[in-house]
């Protein structure tokens, strides 16, 4: 009868904290006090070396000026969409030029997850000199992760997956 209670008692103590740290991570995606680029789980993330530019005061640069956006882009820059011609919406590659760019705006406001349409949230994952901005729809097939890597010390867009649909 002690084995019972005891597998008992070991089953909601494991029942117990994985839902209180489930919890936590929810809290992190979704808190409006946070900035405006949140990770979503700490410890899966590395930060960059500490005397490298700011990653957040960067994107911000990088959305609102076009000119920095041009500069801070590796062009030609390969980038995964879908085929439309595909009927089940394949990825492929391609090449984009400097002439072929528009402007990205990578800017986060905590709002786009509970407007009433195209409702999405945005994470920052890094590691090691590299960070992904990703952007995942709710509900609606928004999906696109931008690479991002810190090349002599100043953050560069090198590629993007976009299979948003």
């Known amino acids: 009868m002690k084995k019972v209670f005891f597998i008992f008692f070991c089953i909601l103590f494991y029942v117990l904290v994985s ?3 489930s919890r936590e991570k929810k809290e992190n995606v979704f808190d409006d006090d946070k900035a405006n680029i949140t990770v979503i789980d ?5 930060l ?3 005397d490298s530019e700011d990653f ?3 994107v911000e640069k990088f959305s609102e000026e076009e000119i920095f956006q041009m500069q801070r882009i590796k062009f030609p820059i390969n980038i995964v969409v879908p085929d439309s011609e595909h009927e089940g919406m394949a990825s492929i590659e391609e090449t984009i030029s400097r002439y072929e760019w528009e402007q990205l705006d990578l800017t986060y406001d905590s709002t786009y997850l509970t407007r009433p349409y195209d409702q999405y949230y945005q994470v920052v994952r890094y590691k090691n000199d590299t960070a992904i901005v990703e952007i995942r729809g709710i509900n609606n097939g928004i999906y696109a992760d931008y690479y991002f890597a810190l090349i002599d010390k100043k953050w560069y867009l ?3 997956y976009e299979a948003s649909f």
């Open 56 to 58: 957040n005061l960067f």
């Open 158 to 160: 090198v590629t993007l």
């Open 19 to 21: 839902c209180n740290q």
């Open 48 to 50: 960059p070396h500490k």
């Open 42 to 46: 700490s410890n899966l993330t590395e």
